[in-house]
C-alpha cells in the first residue's frame, strides 16, 4: 500500500500531486486494472480517498434528516457512502488510460475556505475533459480535502443530495445504507473505452 503523500496545504497544489499520482499509477497498472476491474476501486482508496472528506460530503447527502439519526446509522451511511464514492469514482476513471492532465494554476485564496479547481484530462485526437474538484478546508486542520467532483457539468454531490436524500426522508437512513452497501458488494466492471 503506497505511503499517503504529505499533504500540500494548497489545494490546486493538493490536486494536482494527488491526480498526477493517481493517473501514474493507474497508467502503469493497466494491465493489472483490466485483468482485475476490481483493483481500480483499491487503487482510488488508496490514491485518492485520503483526500477526500467523505464524511462531510456523506452528511451533505443527509441533509436535514440528520436530525433523526443516531451516530450508529450516520457511520453506516457514512461508510456505505464511501465506498459507493470510490466505486463510482473508479467508474469514471475506468475510461481512462495513458491520458495526461493539466490542473489549473492556482488562483489567491485569501480567507477563502471552499476552492474549485479544474482538472483537464488529454487525449491525443479527442476532446478534453474537464472535471471540476470542489475543495473544503477543515477549520481545525487547516487541511484541504475534496467532497465533490463535477464531471461534464454535473455534481456528484447535487445528485446524490437529490436521489439519497428523498430515499431517506421516504424510506429511512437503514434502508438507504442497506441499498448502498448491496450496490458496493457488486463486482467492479470496466466501462467500454468508447463509453
Known amino acids: 500500500m503506497p505511503v499517503a503523500l504529505a499533504a500540500p496545504q494548497d489545494p490546486y497544489q493538493l490536486i494536482d500531486v494527488v491526480a498526477q499520482s493517481t493517473f501514474k499509477r493507474m497508467n502503469k497498472e493497466q494491465a493489472r486494472i483490466h485483468q482485475e476491474p476490481g483493483y481500480l476501486r483499491q487503487v482510488i482508496r488508496e490514491e485518492l480517498l485520503p483526500y477526500v472528506d467523505n464524511r462531510f460530503a456523506a452528511y451533505k447527502v443527509i441533509g436535514s434528516n440528520i436530525k433523526n439519526t443516531s451516530p450508529e446509522q450516520r ?9 459507493y464514492i470510490v466505486a463510482t469514482y473508479a467508474d469514471a476513471l475506468g475510461k481512462y488510460d495513458n491520458q495526461t492532465i ?4 492556482a488562483k489567491p485564496l485569501g480567507e477563502q475556505k471552499i476552492a474549485s479547481v479544474s482538472v483537464k484530462v488529454l487525449e491525443p485526437g479527442a476532446p478534453d475533459i474537464t472535471v471540476i474538484f470542489k475543495m473544503r478546508q477543515n477549520s481545525k486542520t487547516g487541511e484541504w480535502k475534496a467532497y465533490d467532483m463535477v464531471a461534464e457539468g ?3 454531490l447535487a445528485a446524490k443530495q437529490s436521489e439519497l436524500g428523498g430515499m431517506i426522508r421516504q424510506q429511512g437512513i437503514d434502508k438507504v445504507s442497506a441499498m448502498l452497501e448491496e450496490h458496493n458488494s457488486k463486482p467492479a466492471t470496466l466501462p467500454s473505452k468508447n463509453s
Not at 493539466?102 to 494554476?105: C, G, I, K, T
Open 154 to 156: 454535473i455534481s456528484l
Open 102 to 105: 493539466q490542473v489549473e494554476p
Open 75 to 83: 457511520d453506516r451511511f457514512t461508510e456505505a457512502f464511501t465506498d
